[in-house]
């Protein structure tokens, strides 16, 4: 099932779409019981009803694939670039029975394409198909001043393509911006670097920023830096502020601590995890646990070694315990209920104001020597040191410090 689509609601009961298939219920019990998945072309639709029962993980791993499109519509409009058009149909080309799509078109002229892969390096043929395409549905029915931009989550390989294009002509006016390229556009905007490290399942620790090498001279005026907004983003300073004037008042404001914290988080450990799921329960919802997070497929760092290869994990839990006083031997028991080693979890990080007491202490260790899951505690003020570590330029990274905890506990750890 393919093309444009045109919903209407389950009282009306009727379901069109410009293609070979049409589908009508006249019965809402049937239609409510139902779950309608569309492919259109590359989008999937999802429709649902409240008496509909279905998998949530689903559901957030299809949305998901459009966070990295969101990423770019806010890196377009950082550079006040006015015309945008986001999933735009030619619907100039009627005697095609499927309208070709763009992800976006910019100023009448830019057509974009928009992909994001799990892989570091996204393949040549992976490119070439989608200039394959361009030319098949574009090239022949549009005047010769349309440019086609792929802009990509993942390292392109430029010489290749630079070769390729000197045997191939006909594709110069394809233009390409990668990774690489985005980190470079991104350079003064602390927010969408961020957002954009957190989208990326591989480690960007060792990759150089490159300017976009445009040959389109429209493009290279659209990303100069004098069109970029003037923003002010969060620094690590601000956070520390944030941190130090804290006031713990347990359930009144928890949800700002947790806020609070996943900002943290993120700016001190956006390159070595991504995901960043909140508020995810169980499938039983049994348990509830506030963060989850998963280790990067090339995130080189000791610590993160020896989280995956030792402890035979691939995702952390976070926990954010907005107390008055230390947390206590309950709280450590309950989120050592969240860690099972067979679903590579088996690594938590507790943060609260406080810190543990003696009795937490206890059943840290235990559950750590007896079990094999390991807990580890944070205070305010870890995160404050740092982010003072972070900021400060040298060498040592936030995950060096995680590392001295890890160290600490390993080797006071009693049999």
């Known amino acids: 099932m393919s093309g444009k689509i045109n919903i209407k609601t389950s009282k009306e009961s009727l379901i069109n779409w410009n293609g070979n298939q049409h589908c009508k219920n006249n019965d809402d019990s049937e239609f409510n019981s139902a779950i309608i998945i569309v492919n259109c072309k590359k989008r999937w639709v999802f429709m649902e009803n409240e008496k509909v029962s279905y998998n949530e993980r689903h559901r957030k791993n299809a949305l998901r694939g459009f966070a990295f499109e969101d990423f770019v519509l806010k890196l377009l409009e950082y550079y006040q670039i006015e015309d945008i058009k986001r999933n735009y149909i030619f ?16 100023n009448n002229k830019i057509i974009v394409e928009i992909k994001c892969f799990s892989t570091k390096e996204i393949s040549f043929s992976q490119l070439l198909n989608s200039a394959k395409r361009f030319q098949r549905e574009f090239s022949e029915k549009m ?8 802009i990509v989550g993942n390292v392109v390989d430029f010489d290749r393509i630079e070769s390729f294009i000197e045997r191939r002509p006909e594709l110069e006016f394809i233009e390409i911006i990668d990774v690489r390229n985005l980190f470079y556009l991104t350079r003064n905007n602390d927010l969408l670097t961020d957002e954009l490290t957190s989208l990326l399942s591989f480690s960007t620790e060792d990759e150089e920023f490159l300017f976009p090498n445009f040959n389109d001279s429209i493009l290279q005026e659209m990303f100069k830096d004098e069109k970029a907004l003037p923003l002010k983003s969060e620094s690590n300073h601000d956070y520390i502020q944030e941190l130090e004037s804290w006031e713990p008042k347990g359930r009144s404001n928890c949800l700002e601590f947790e806020k609070l914290c996943v900002k943290v988080l993120k700016k001190l450990l956006n390159d070595n995890l991504m995901l960043w799921d909140d508020q995810r329960g169980s499938s039983g919802n049994m348990y509830r646990f506030d963060l989850i997070c998963k280790i990067k497929t090339e995130s080189s760092h000791d610590f993160w070694n020896i989280l995956k290869h030792h402890f035979e994990t691939r995702y952390i839990i976070f926990e954010f315990k907005n107390y008055e006083e230390r947390i206590t031997q309950k709280e450590i028991c309950t989120t050592e209920k969240y860690l099972y080693a067979k679903v590579l979890r088996s690594v938590a990080i507790m943060i609260s104001p406080k810190g543990e007491d003696e009795n937490a202490g206890k059943a840290i260790r235990g559950t750590l020597r007896e079990n094999g899951k390991l807990i580890l505690s944070l205070t305010i003020d870890d995160l404050i040191k740092m982010l003072k570590w972070q900021d400060s330029g040298n060498e040592f990274t936030p995950s060096d410090y995680l590392s001295e905890q890890l160290d600490e506990l390993l080797i006071d750890l009693e049999k």
């Not at 619907?91 to 078109?105: C, G, L, N, T, V």
């Not at 005047?143 to 792929?150: G, M, Q, R, V, W």
């Open 143 to 150: 005047s010769e001043d349309k440019t086609f931009l792929i």
């Open 91 to 106: 619907s100039e080309f009627k005697e095609m029975r499927i309208p070709p799509e763009a992800d976006f078109y910019l």
